[in-house]
């Protein structure tokens, strides 16, 4: 719940929202209505305590963003970028962006891959899906192969290396040493032939399974 209330008012504890304190609250701090511009206010709508308006139907809903990331691998040195932004400012991660709504998930990660580092990479496998607790952003990590070229700071980035994997610098995030298990794990596994994804059945038709890339 934002602290001190919507637009800096103390909030006022209604019966419905103590019996309701244990369920999440909005941990986005939005003050006004997208549609008439009316001041949004806490109120139960189906069971949850969210910010919705007082004039017109508009609910807001507190949304995850998504966030999309690679382990992109060139001649056994691994790309990162040194973050130019916070959080976790001078760190060093993998190359990494916010899904835009409504793109593909996995043409995200090459997009945010060239933008950061300026390598055109290929996306090989997903390595897993991973959420600091209590956090809004849902992080999709990948395997891929970097292509040709030097690597480019954009200003999202201080520097842009590849590193050998021994000799990685500490990364930015507490997944980022899972994230680093799973392609490990993954790449001792490459031996076997890959996987050819099962023909899309007609329910499935036009959706694509995030295992599916790389086929
Ligand atoms: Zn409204």
Redesign the pocket.
């Known amino acids: 719940m934002p602290t001190g209330g919507i637009g800096g008012r103390a909030p006022v504890q209604r019966g419905w929202e103590r019996a309701l304190s244990h369920w999440r609250m909005p941990i986005t701090d939005a003050c006004f209505?997208l549609?008439?511009g009316?001041a949004l206010a806490l109120r139960e709508v189906f069971g949850h305590p969210r910010l919705a308006?007082s004039?017109?139907d508009?609910v807001h809903y507190d949304d995850p963003k998504v966030a999309v990331g690679v382990v992109a691998e060139r001649q056994k040195k691994i790309l990162l970028t040194r973050r130019n932004h916070e959080p976790r400012m001078g760190l060093w991660s993998f190359p990494s962006g916010f899904v835009d709504a409504g793109e593909d998930v996995r043409a995200a990660a090459v997009r945010e891959a060239l933008e950061e580092t300026g390598i055109t990479v290929r996306l090989q496998r997903l390595l897993g899906i991973y959420q600091e607790q209590g956090s809004r952003v849902i992080y999709i990590s990948f395997a891929a192969e970097a292509g040709a070229g030097e690597p480019v700071p954009n200003v999202e980035s201080i520097e842009v290396r590849f590193f050998p994997e021994a000799e990685l610098p500490p990364l930015a995030f507490a997944h980022d040493g899972e994230i680093l298990d799973a392609w490990r794990a993954g790449r001792r596994g490459r031996r076997q032939p890959p996987d050819r994804p099962a023909p899309a059945s007609p329910r499935s038709r036009g959706r694509t399974s995030l295992g599916q890339i790389g086929a």
């Open positions: 209505c549609r008439c009316t308006c004039s017109c508009y």
